[in-house]
C-alpha cells in the first residue's frame, strides 16, 4: 500500500460547481497535512494546511479524519483558474513539518466554461 | 515568502554528458536543501536531504555516485547527474527550508531535464 493515495482524476467540472478530493495516508501516526497545488510544468505551491478541526480559506476548506485516515479538500464555487493538479502532503513521524514529507501522486482538475 | 530559485529551467544535453543543476534560496539562509524528481503524471519523490556543510542523504535506490550533490553553502546547492541517460530525462526540483521556516517548504521553479 503507498504511504499517500490519491484518486488520479482527471476531474473535469464546470466552471461554480463544488467539487472534494479525499486522500489517504497509511501510517496513523503521522502528525502534519497538506494541500499544494502544481500547476504544469511549474513547482508545487502550498494550498493550505489541514488541521485537525479542519479549516477553511475563503473557497476552500480542508478536512482531516484521524480515524479513516483520510484528508479531504473541498472547492467551492470553482473557477477557471482552479484547474491544477492537486497534491496531497503527508509528514511522517518523527520528522518536523518543514523536513521530509511524502506527496501523493496528484489528483487533476479541469474547471470547463 | 522566502524565495528559491532554480537554474536552469531547461536543458537538453546528450548521452553520456553531466548536467549540473542549482538551487538557491534568495533571501535566507537554507540549512537544509530538498531534491525530487518527478516523472510526467507522477508524484514527486525526494532523492536526497543535503544539510549545509554536511554530505548529503539519499533516499533507498538513488545512486548518490550517479546524482552528486553540494552543499556548501547556505544559499546555495547543486546537483549533477552525471553520465546522464534518456531514462534521467524528468523534471527535478529542489526546496529548503531554514532561517525563515514556517513550516512551509519553498520549492524552486524546477529544472526540466532531456537527455537524448
Known amino acids: 500500500r503507498k504511504e499517500v493515495e490519491q484518486d488520479p482524476g482527471p476531474f473535469n467540472v464546470p466552471e461554480g460547481a463544488t467539487v472534494a478530493f479525499n486522500c489517504t495516508y497509511s501510517n496513523s501516526a503521522s502528525q502534519s497535512f497538506f494541500w499544494y497545488r502544481q500547476d504544469c510544468r511549474k513547482e508545487p505551491k502550498l494550498l493550505m494546511s489541514?488541521?485537525?478541526s479542519g479549516n477553511e480559506d475563503g473557497r476552500f476548506t480542508a478536512q482531516l479524519n484521524r480515524a479513516s485516515q483520510y484528508i479531504s479538500l473541498l472547492i467551492r464555487d470553482s473557477k477557471l483558474s482552479d484547474s491544477a493538479t492537486y497534491l496531497c502532503?503527508?509528514?511522517?513521524?518523527?520528522?518536523?513539518?518543514?523536513?521530509?514529507?511524502?506527496f501523493g501522486s496528484g489528483t487533476r482538475l479541469s474547471i470547463r466554461p | 515568502g522566502a524565495v528559491v530559485s532554480q537554474h536552469p529551467s531547461w536543458v537538453i544535453c546528450k548521452s553520456g554528458t553531466s548536467v549540473k543543476i542549482e538551487c538557491r534560496s534568495l533571501?535566507?539562509?537554507?540549512?537544509?536543501m530538498f531534491w525530487y524528481r518527478q516523472f510526467p503524471k507522477q508524484s514527486l519523490m525526494l532523492m536526497a536531504t543535503?544539510?549545509?556543510?554536511?554530505?548529503?542523504?539519499?533516499e533507498q535506490g538513488v545512486e548518490k555516485d550517479k546524482f552528486l550533490i553540494n552543499h556548501a553553502s547556505l544559499t546555495l546547492s547543486t546537483l549533477t547527474v552525471t553520465s546522464a541517460h534518456p531514462e534521467d530525462s524528468s523534471f527535478y526540483i529542489c526546496?529548503?527550508?531554514?532561517?525563515?521556516?514556517?513550516?512551509?517548504?519553498?520549492f524552486g521553479e524546477g529544472s526540466r531535464l532531456t537527455v537524448l
Open positions: 489541514v488541521y485537525s
Open positions: 526546496s529548503a527550508t531554514g532561517t525563515t521556516n514556517t513550516g512551509e517548504l519553498f
Open positions: 502532503v503527508v509528514n511522517p513521524p518523527g520528522y518536523s513539518s518543514a523536513s521530509k514529507i511524502i
Open positions: 533571501d535566507f539562509q537554507a540549512t537544509t
Open positions: 543535503s544539510n549545509e556543510g554536511s554530505k548529503a542523504t539519499y
